[in-house]
């Protein structure tokens, strides 16, 4: 059999199991899509403060740029030409935000995950990280050097217990999670993870908020931000590409990892940096982060209407976030109340394996501060 053969076998046999995936063609109206034809609310948009859609916000950062200021491209990494002041402002920025010594610009979150495990890992490391960790963190936890245990997702007993049974072997133990989990929605507490780090002297935490920044915290930094503990976390990442409606990821931390990660994170060292002017853009977003407290608080309770909706009509719903997952079980099943809501006018997605776990395929309602209180209501009559 050929290797084209071989391909052709495997989409055949997805398809079967309607696990079959391709790009959607989509024309964006604000909270709203055009898909084949139809016009339909977007309920899985990761725009989770409704900022890609602000035209005034657009207008105002247009204002700033001129044409011998606007830099659409970096042109090279950043070790070589790529690194701009924009730069070296967002990091300022970044760190005195947090409160911490450094920061660090990247690509993308998946750059991120793909690149920080490796570089920072040997084989006196153990990595143990929660079961439904991002396929990003699982890639950089592949491509170590380290052995790695998941953990049942949440069950920090069982994390202790592994703590307890390898902290003599190895040099350092890292505890690797998200904040707010992406395809539950639910939260990780990470005041019981940072009392486990400062148990045992030799292990780090590393958190990824990519779906909290900008939603959560006084400030929009966080769980971390919100639960107090920006302080103690050792490797805390993120992403601009989310609720900052932008691209690219960071990670706020002690300055030696800064320049650790400079010289020896390949997706970091080898890539092209992101263009100066999407820096910019982040940079101004960022003096204004702090401002969207309406924006997060309206976020925080049109996802709550939703999740009692979702358990009053009998599904699981174990969100504690804007991410809220109505879990139908079967791919096909799963397909077909996607393509119902479509058709009533709801731009909702079915998430399948290998995303999610065989038998677990569910719709994920991704909310944004964009959407009314009244839209809302009406997804939950169509329900």
């Known amino acids: 059999m050929s290797l084209y053969e071989r391909m052709q076998n495997e989409l055949q046999q997805l398809a079967a199991t309607g696990n079959l995936r391709s790009l959607p063609h989509i024309e964006h109206h604000d909270t709203k899509v055009t898909v084949k034809g139809k016009q339909m609310l977007n309920l899985s948009s990761n725009d989770y403060l409704g900022l890609a859609s602000r035209t005034e916000l657009r207008a105002e950062f247009l204002a700033t740029i001129q044409p011998e200021t606007f830099q659409p491209t970096s042109s090279s990494s950043r070790l070589l030409t790529g690194n701009y002041l ?16 450094s920061a660090l610009v990247f690509n993308s979150g998946y750059h991120a995950n793909l690149g920080i495990l490796p570089a920072v890992c040997n084989a006196q490391t153990l990595i143990l990280a929660d079961k439904l960790v ?23 007993i069982q994390l202790e217990r592994l703590i307890e049974e390898h902290q003599h072997t190895y040099e350092q133990i890292i505890v690797v999670t998200e904040s707010i989990f992406s395809m539950d929605g ?31 915290g006084e400030k929009g930094l966080g769980v971390a931000e919100e639960e107090g503990c920006v302080q103690e976390i050792d490797f805390l990442v993120g992403t601009f590409g989310k609720a900052l ?32 002017v999407c820096l910019s853009w982040i940079s101004f977003l960022l003096e ?3 401002q969207f407290k309406a924006e997060r608080k309206h976020l925080m309770h049109i996802s709550e209407q939703l999740k009692q909706a979702l358990i009053s009509k009998g599904f ?22 996607a393509e119902t809501l479509q058709k009533k006018g709801f731009y909702a997605l079915p998430v399948r394996p290998p995303t999610v776990p065989e038998g677990t395929s569910r719709i994920r309602f991704s909310l944004t501060a964009a ?3 009244s839209e809302i209501q009406q997804l939950i009559e169509a329900l």
């Open 134 to 156: 991002h396929a990003s963190l699982i890639d950089g936890i592949r491509l170590s050097t380290s052995k790695c245990i998941r953990y049942r997702h949440n069950h920090y």
């Open 316 to 337: 699981d719903c174990p969100s504690d976030s804007h991410i809220l997952p109505m879990i139908v079980g079967d791919s096909r099943a799963t397909i077909a109340t």
């Open 86 to 101: 924009a730069y070296e402002q967002v990091e300022q920025q970044m760190a005195t935000l947090f409160g911490t010594e």
């Open 288 to 290: 204004r982060l702090p």
């Open 186 to 216: 639910d939260k990780a507490n990470l005041s019981e993870l940072v009392r486990l780090k400062k148990a045992y002297p030799n292990v780090l935490l590393y958190v990824d908020e990519a779906h909290a920044f900008g939603v959560r």
């Open 245 to 276: 409606a932008s691209a690219g990821a960071y990670i706020v931390c002690k300055k030696v990892l800064r320049e650790y990660l400079i010289n020896k994170m390949r997706t970091l060292i080898f890539t092209t940096a992101l263009p100066p």
């Open 371 to 373: 959407l009314t209180e």
